[in-house]
């Protein structure tokens, strides 16, 4: 089984800086694609960065330039650093991550959520 752990949630100003992370543990053959989501409420939850296993990234029209993605293979975790935060980015933010329990059973696992409040 893999769980996924988030942290680096909170509240901060506009402008502000924040960094999410997304430990995962558990039974790994591989970790591949890894992602970070986000839900405002009333709206639909919408992909906001991905990595995969090479670091190939991509991001949302609306967070490039300000957002980065990253991962520590070797430690199994997804970080993603949050520049210039504006009050549309408060939203609850998941970590995603599919791989390998083994080298032919797939997982595709989500993280419980991290409240980011974006507000003066």
């Known amino acids: 089984q893999v769980q996924l752990v988030e942290s680096g949630g909170g509240l901060v100003q506009p402008g502000g800086s924040l960094t999410l992370s997304c430990a995962v543990f558990g039974n790994i053959f591989s970790l591949n694609g890894m992602r970070w989501y986000r839900q405002a409420p009333g709206k639909e939850r919408e992909l906001v960065a991905s990595s995969d296993r090479r670091g190939t990234t991509d991001y949302a029209d609306s967070v490039k330039g300000r957002f980065s993605i990253s991962r520590d293979n070797n430690n199994n975790t997804l970080y993603l650093q949050m520049n210039s935060l504006r009050p549309e980015d408060t939203a609850v933010y998941y970590c995603?991550?599919?791989?390998?329990?083994?080298?032919?059973?797939?997982?595709?696992?989500w993280g419980q959520g991290t409240q980011v409040t974006v507000s003066s």
């Open positions: 995603n991550a599919v791989g390998f329990h083994t080298k032919y059973d797939i997982f595709d696992v």
